[in-house]
């Protein structure tokens, strides 16, 4: 069964203002293979609809906000994320959906695998069955 949390990121706070690092197989369960990040968002587009076959993510707010919807196939759940210091781990098959963004969102995600187009899940009926399948 995919999993779904958030994790919060240590801060290192001085004067200077704030710094997070996060850190492959400690901070996170994987080695992180691939960085993407989103930027440039139109409110009114949605983007994701889709799951993935065999991958683990992070997935961060670095500036501004938008609403990050996942689905494990049995539960799913709306999380707001607006803050660098807090990430969306997602683990398994997870639908996932993406909304609401601020123009001003920029989305860094941490990923366990390189970039495969045949990892993509596109069906919400065979994502089902993934989800099934790897319960
Ligand atoms: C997820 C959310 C947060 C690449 O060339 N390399 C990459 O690593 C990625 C992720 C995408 N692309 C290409 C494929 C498409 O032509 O960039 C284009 C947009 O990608 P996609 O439609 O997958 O973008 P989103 O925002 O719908 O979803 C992505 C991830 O695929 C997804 O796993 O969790 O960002």
Not at 74 to 83: A, G, Q
Not at 88 to 98: A, C, K, N, S
Request: contains cysteine; glycine residues 6%.
């Amino acid at each position: 069964m995919g999993s779904v949390r958030l994790i919060q990121l240590s801060k290192n706070e001085d004067l200077r203002g704030k710094l997070v690092s996060i850190e492959g197989q400690k901070d996170i369960p994987f080695d992180i293979k691939r960085i993407y990040y989103i930027f440039d968002t139109d409110e009114q587009q949605a983007r994701g609809y889709h799951a993935h076959l065999n991958l683990s993510q992070l997935v961060i707010c670095v500036r501004g906000e938008c609403e990050f919807l996942t689905d494990n196939g049995v539960t799913k759940h709306s999380f707001h994320l607006n803050t660098p210091s807090e990430g969306l781990l997602l683990q398994g098959v997870i639908w996932r959906e993406m909304c609401n963004f601020s123009h001003d969102c920029i989305l860094l995600v941490l990923a366990s695998e390189y970039y495969k187009p045949d990892d993509y899940i596109w069906d919400y009926s065979k994502f089902l069955t993934e989800a099934k399948i790897n319960d």
